[in-house]
């Protein structure tokens, strides 16, 4: 497990701007990192994430509220070990995530476990670590609960993930609140959980859940759903129902392209929480991803090769969509900047990978100043969904991830050797029947 040196608090505030220029990140010269560290690789500022952490924690002071980080948008156990060393908790949605968090040192009264496939194996494992809390998304999983929490004598802790019906405006593969969507039950169902919680003997139905989507950009979703929530809690307490732990989900967004992204402000985001919220005594949870590491992430890479084609200039690079998916999967923008060299004219590109697929793109007709074979770019904002869903496609080693703190840096994943991608492949030689 990778040891992660913490600085003083007190640093946070020299700390250096994390992006001030191309070249620099976090204090270190990435030209000169790339001539120690073999190109793909993430760079993280641990720097820019305690930054977005130390504001989200300012927004909420006075209220009772645990940060969960959304392990699935980057489970480095650096990264998690950051984040507990930060008091921020985590959200699982996994046994894999669970024994990550744990083993980066989270509290398991810190963590809270979501999901729609949650499996009775992962339940029973979650329950006897003394996970904090059950964002239950169904009625067989509340009974699945119940039934394990029963089997081994203990009493879980659980909130019902309910799904408001509001559109979050976001790219449809990751709107998660309307009515259509897998996620969460209606209001209605969940009324009918409350009017029968008596029933639940090992199981404390004290929460509300709810999670509407990711890459957010406008307050009106959030305050939608909420006020949805607040009204249905405002309900449940006037028919005796007392409701300990209001989770608000995550979907914070973040800004991949310049000067057009305009997320909005931990300060105002909490604020739409606080009023909607007004009156509640309970604790509030929130589990955002993205909106604490994305920006925090650059993905350094080289060109191999430019490729003059009949109708098109291509830049291939030597990091691909095995590296950094979210091109291909949701057709998302990132911006890409030369690390150095930044004075030649500009050109057009279609900027791509070299994996055999034409989703191998990273963007399109992106102008740049003039590449030439082995210049340094940097694809921005990579520090969320990067590296949690990179795989070997096209036989492609993960690639090497780096954290960087003021000025220094430490390998936090080194790169994965030939043997650990075949390790558990065998020939087919033990052949058995059912
Ligand atoms: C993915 C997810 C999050 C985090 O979403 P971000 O957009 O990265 O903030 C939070 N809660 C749940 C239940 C999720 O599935």
Redesign the pocket.
Known sequence: MPTQKTSHPAAQETAPEANSAHGMFDGVDLQRLAERIPTPFHAYSASAIRQRIGELQAALAGLDATICF?V??NPNLAILQLMANAGVGA?I?SAGEMRRSLHAGMPPERIVF??VGKSADEIAGALAVGIHRF?VESHDELLTLQRLAEAQGVTARAAV?VNPDVDAHTHAK?S?GKAENK?GVSIDEARRWFAERGRLSHVQLDGL?V?I????LTLEPFRLALQRVAEFWRELEQDGHSINSIDV?????VSYRAGTDQPVSASDYVNVIRTALAGYKGRVLL?????LV?EAGVLLTRVIRVKAGVERQFLVLDAAMNDLQRPSLYDAWHDIVPVSNASRPLTTYDIVGPVCETGDTFARGRELPGCAPGDLLLIKATG??GTSMASTYNSRPLAIEILLNQGRYAVVRRRQHFEEMIAGEQPARNWETT
């Open positions: 959304a699935k948008a959200d949605v979501s999901g964002n993930r990751i998660t996620f859940h999670h989507g990711s890459q957010i989900g995550g979907g914070l967004g589990e955002p991803g993205r909106y994305a969320a969904y």
